[in-house]
């Protein structure tokens, strides 16, 4: 609040700068001619999952398809223009194709390269990307547009909390901001912090001090919501700490669990011009989460899949939302396990319904058939062959999207009194809109199963209650037991007696790096 009313007076100072007739105020003729740009790449990627993101799996906005996007209209409140370069976004998953990674830096760097000179550059980032062959992809990124940018720029970025911080990122970026709510549901309010950020240095002609705190702690983040303790109280404290002089953002990052990577360790990290009192404050941050690294737990009942089913089924409630935790599509995993429908079966359940299960050849095989045709099908492991088996069932069709691309087909059929959602590419159903669009009212139905983590609000809202299973897949929640890691820094619960004490680094830019 306190920046932002800062901001709007700078603002304010350099619009009235506008009006003055040229010559009377060096300065302003200065702020005049700012050149701004935007963009970067986001993606979540699991190293334990065999899938690849290529090209097709990125949606990519350029230019002025990028500069329309809703979502950044916020940056045409500023006195001065952000120009668009490129935004690569993706359906978390494996790590992305080395070529495909190139490709989209390509792009970036030449689109950037054509704005030069620039004062200030917001990178708009997720920060667990990890691309084949490379370590710290997101810093790869990073060092790529400061290299492009060249000294002088100010480069502001913003994180997803479940992004992993490096030095290399630290040392190429001026300030940063991550979301502050775990489901996010600040995302508008981080890209405002990150470029209000860049907006009042630029207009102060403020270069800032960045300090950062790696914290060897890893969570999935089922056990770091921020709806539960101890994550609600550390995070509830950064917007005073964010409030007081000298401070420009105040972060904490639970960083990512499924990325086997020296960076992937839980941050805490400040941006603003009162080097103490950020190395104060990232200290404390630190320290508190350490501390509390034994308490967290996971928000909502959890067992395994047959338990689950067997406690929603003697539940008199309904819809018991199950969540297929392994296999959830935005924190990772593949989408394509069919290990629910399997136990369903197993279990005579009637009056469920899966959503949903990527299956190109099914869902194919589904738009061949028909609405109202019987057919057999082999669903599931499609995408990983050797992470899961299908399942061999007897299908009737009930409904097929009407879709303008063979991507965005999807079929609901039913499989002896269950409900199934077959996709023919990766999705999440986050949505009560994601159900309705396919005919089926999620609260008709005695169990619903989605492939997800913790529940985003809108489902969270109807589950009644939710229960977590256990499951197995590329973001299997049982991080204990995960594959042995060959690059990951000795980090808690991996290490469960590991000591540690809290330090800071300052970033490579920051005036004062002595500290
Ligand atoms: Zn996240």
Redesign the pocket.
Not at 160 to 163: S, V
């Given at each position: 609040m306190r920046r932002r009313t800062f901001l709007k007076g700078a603002a304010t100072t350099a619009l009235m700068s506008r009006l003055r007739p040229s010559g009377t105020a060096g300065t302003s003729r200065a702020a005049q001619t700012k050149r701004l740009a935007f963009g970067g790449i986001q993606i979540?990627c699991s190293t334990y999952s065999r899938i690849r993101a290529r090209m097709e799996d990125f949606t990519v906005r350029r230019g002025q398809e990028l500069a329309d996007d809703p979502f950044f209209s916020l940056l045409k409140t500023y006195p001065y223009p952000f120009q668009p370069t490129l935004l690569a976004t993706a359906v978390p998953g494996g790590p992305v194709e080395r070529h495909t990674y190139e490709e989209l830096k390509a792009e970036f760097l030449h689109r950037i390269k054509a704005l030069l000179p620039l004062d200030g550059l917001y990178l708009a980032m997720?920060g667990?990307m990890y691309v084949e062959g490379m370590q710290d992809a997101d810093g790869d990124w990073i060092s790529a547009a400061r290299e492009a940018v060249g000294r002088d720029c100010l480069i502001t970025a913003s994180f997803?909390?479940?992004?992993s911080l490096s030095r290399r990122e630290i040392d190429n970026l001026d300030m940063l901001s991550a979301?502050r709510t775990?489901p996010?549901i600040d995302r508008q309010e981080t890209a405002r912090r990150a470029s209000d950020m860049l907006v009042h240095c630029l207009d102060r002609q403020i270069r800032p001090t960045l300090i950062w705190s790696p914290i060897p702690v890893l969570m999935p983040?089922e056990r770091s919501s921020t709806l539960y303790e101890p994550a609600k109280r550390l995070w509830a404290q950064l917007p005073a700490m964010n409030a007081a002089p000298g401070v420009l953002d105040a972060s904490l990052l639970?960083g990512?669990v499924w990325a086997d990577e020296p960076r992937a360790t839980a941050s805490a990290v400040l941006t603003g011009t009162d080097p103490d009192l950020l190395r104060h404050d990232a200290l404390s941050l630190a320290q508190q989460y350490w501390d509390a690294r034994k308490e967290f737990k996971f928000g909502v009942p959890t067992d395994t899949l047959d338990a689950c089913i067997e406690r929603a089924q003697a539940l008199p409630t309904k819809p018991v939302v199950l969540s297929d935790s392994g296999d959830n599509p935005?924190?990772g995993g593949t989408g394509d396990r069919a290990d629910a429908l399997a136990a369903l079966l197993r279990h005579h359940v009637q009056d469920a319904v899966i959503a949903g299960i990527a299956d190109r050849p099914a869902t194919e095989a589904c738009y061949r058939a028909g609405v109202g045709a019987t057919l057999p099908l082999k669903i599931g492991g499609t995408l990983d062959p050797q992470g899961s088996r299908p399942v061999d069932v007897t299908a009737k069709v009930v409904f097929l999207l009407p879709a303008d691309s063979l991507p965005e087909r999807q079929a609901v059929v039913e499989v002896s009194g269950i409900s199934v959602v077959l996709t023919a590419r990766r999705r999440p159903f986050h949505e009560i809109r994601d159900f309705t669009s396919l005919g089926l009212e999620p609260t008709s139905f005695k169990i619903l199963v989605v492939k997800a983590g913790y529940l985003v609000p809108e489902i969270a809202k109807i589950a009644n209650p939710n229960l977590m299973a256990l499951t197995d897949g590329a973001v299997n929640e049982d991080i204990e037991h995960l594959p042995k890691s060959r690059y990951r820094v000795p980090s808690y619960p991996f290490v469960p007696d590991l000591e540690w004490k809290p330090f800071t680094l300052v970033g490579a830019r920051s005036p004062q790096r002595a500290l």
């Open positions: 979540e997720h667990a997803d909390l479940h992004g979301f775990a996010h983040g639970v990512y935005t924190g």
